[in-house]
C-alpha cells in the first residue's frame, strides 16, 4: 500500500521592505507576521536615507506598520491598507 503524499509545507518568499525617511534614528518593521513585536524586525539605513528590512514570509495577506522613533507611520509607496482597532490604518502585502 503506498503512503499518501503529505502536503509540503509552503515555499516562503523575500518580501523586501523600504521606507525613505533621512531624519529617523530608528526604524523597526512590525506586523502580524512577527506578532507586532516592535524590535524583532530592526530595519537598516542605506547612504541614501531609505530603511530596508527584506523578510521570508510564507503565502498569505499581512498587515504591517513600520515604528518610526517611537512612532507609528504607513507606508507611503503601498496604497493597500485596512482599518485597525485603534481607529488608523495597517498596511496589507500580499505573498503569493
Request: charged share 30%; proline share 6%; glycine share 6%.
Amino acid at each position: 500500500m503506498k503512503k499518501a503524499k503529505q502536503n509540503p509545507k509552503p515555499k516562503r518568499r523575500r518580501v523586501n521592505f523600504a521606507l525613505t525617511d533621512q531624519g529617523a534614528h530608528n526604524v523597526n518593521l512590525v506586523g502580524d507576521f512577527n506578532e507586532w513585536n516592535q524590535k524583532s524586525h530592526p530595519m537598516k539605513k542605506d547612504a541614501v536615507g531609505t530603511w530596508k528590512k527584506t523578510t521570508l514570509l510564507e503565502p498569505g495577506l499581512y498587515e504591517y506598520k513600520f515604528l518610526v522613533d517611537g512612532e507609528w507611520k504607513e507606508d507611503p509607496l503601498n496604497p493597500n491598507r485596512c482599518r485597525n482597532r485603534f481607529g488608523t490604518f495597517n498596511c496589507i502585502v500580499q505573498v503569493s
